[in-house]
Nanobody, 119 residues
Framework: QVQLVESGGGLVQPGGSLRLSCAAS????????MSWYRQAPGKERELVAA????????NYANSVRGRFIISRDNAKNTVVLQMNSLKPEDTAVYYC????????????WGQGTQVTVSS
């Protein structure tokens, strides 16, 4: 059974930082691309950052590029999103996603973690 468990969300002031972690189990982690998505109230879920299975390639939404960093540790089955210079518009539920390299239906989501940026 595949499980993705996010942690690290919370309340932070504008300009602050948070570090989100996603621990994966029940899968061969190195065969999955990992991503972080977010969904704000009344909005669609959007891609925030993604990292290839090897960790050598990343991409970011324009709104977070230069402020967020995604990384992964294939030995520990974890993916991390370091979020810096947070803005109120970053407030959302953040979800971890695992997508298999070749098998399209192997696409898994975590339960989400709330990030609130407010003074």
């Amino acid at each position: 059974q595949v499980q993705l468990v996010e942690s690290g969300g919370g309340l932070v002031q504008p300009g602050g930082s948070l570090r989100l972690s996603c621990a994966a189990s029940g899968l061969t982690f190195s065969t999955y691309a990992m991503s972080w998505y977010r969904q704000a109230p009344g909005k669609e879920r959007e891609l925030v950052a993604a990292i290839r299975s090897s960790g050598r390639s990343t991409n970011y939404a324009n709104s977070v590029r230069g402020r967020f960093i995604i990384s992964r540790d294939n030995a520990k089955n974890t993916v991390v999103l370091q979020m810096n210079s947070l803005k109120p518009e970053d407030t959302a539920v953040y979800y971890c996603n695992a997508k298999h390299l070749w098998v399209e239906e192997r696409n898994y989501w975590g339960q989400g973690t709330q990030v609130t940026v407010s003074s």
